[in-house]
């Protein structure tokens, strides 16, 4: 479902919205999710640490790119989002444990990860970089 929420964002023009806003820092309006009566809840594990991926705002909700992808998956399956925000290295065991049913926290899918979860299609490759003095 995760990978058809994608392809379905990424056909429709919200995931260009997403990367204007967010990546590009441009003052996008983003569609609006219609109204739908839930079926239950999806319960979406992250770090609130890593913006603009995930991030508290200055009323202290998570907001960000990540989470704008959970609405829509949420959407999609006819849930309600539930964010629970915790520590990044307790996110794979929350998983496994079944404290959440899915993790959208900026992570890469290594091997070692693998070994535990499954991974969506990646749709986002960040570049990481160090900077030093000249």
Known sequence: QINKTMQRIKEDGTYDKLIDKYMNN???????????????????????????????????????FDVEIAKQIAYDMGLE????????????????????DIVIAGMTADDERRKEVDFSEPYYNASQVIIVRK
């Open 26 to 64: 441009e003052d996008v309006e983003l569609p609006e999710i219609p109204d739908y009566t839930s079926n239950g809840t999806l319960i979406m594990g992250t770090n609130a640490e890593f913006e603009p991926f995930e991030f508290r705002d200055d009323a202290n909700n998570i907001v960000g």
């Open 81 to 100: 989002l539930k964010i629970e925000d915790m520590a990044f290295d307790s996110l794979t065991m929350a998983l496994a444990s079944g404290k959440v």
